[in-house]
């Protein structure tokens, strides 16, 4: 089978286009052009709307990926179940976890683990919003509506467990909107001590 060639030629210069100084002035000329008119320009003619950050602030869309947080059950505690699921999805591998075992007399011991470390370093992160996807528990979140705060210092965006539990979501709550049954309540679908599986 024969490969046809489609031969395209060149497109022809003037002698001004190739001298490419006429070229870099019309650029620059369109350029300072935009700048004057909107810098000093009447408002209505304005083709850029700045925002005088931080006094003005732009109201973020529904689903902007802000800043994480870690929800939490209704006793305070992390719905965190340190399963590494969110870390091990993670592509810029920001997040460091430590799980750990609840004490012997805790109804969840033997049934779930928590995060006695939870790291998320702010500065590596992507917000790519993989480690939401990934949590099975609905613990991660980044639903906050606001934007990495100004630092001059590496310390202030690593963001360990107490920070990012203390960190509410944009209705204002440390909860999260999708309800999770605990072994031990009644509407709990699984097993527990008490209702041993018996197939």
Do not use: W
Not at 6 to 29: N, S
């Amino acid at each position: 089978m024969a490969v046809e060639v489609k031969v395209i030629k060149k497109p022809g210069r003037t002698v001004a286009e190739q001298a490419y100084l006429p070229e870099i002035a019309k650029g620059l000329g369109f350029a300072m052009g935009r700048f004057f008119k909107n810098t000093f320009g009447p408002q209505a003619k304005k083709e850029i709307d700045t925002v005088k950050y931080p006094e003005e602030k732009v109201e973020y869309p529904e689903r902007f990926r802000g800043i994480h947080r870690l929800t939490q059950r209704t006793d305070g505690s992390p719905r965190c179940v340190a399963c590494l699921c969110c870390s091990t999805a993670c592509p810029a591998q920001c997040i460091y976890i430590e799980p750990a075992e609840y004490e012997p007399d805790d109804p969840r011991y033997g049934y779930e683990r928590y995060p006695s470390v939870f790291v998320i370093d702010e500065l590596r992160c992507i917000f790519c919003g993989y480690c939401v996807e990934a949590c099975p528990c609905d613990a991660i979140r980044m639903d906050t509506g606001m934007h990495m705060p100004p630092s001059t210092r590496r310390d202030h965006f690593l963001y360990d467990k107490e920070t990012l539990l203390s960190i509410p979501g944009r209705h204002g709550t440390y909860l999260t909107d999708n309800p999770r049954h605990e072994p031990g309540d009644p509407t709990y679908p699984g097993i527990d001590r008490e209702h041993e599986d018996s197939t």
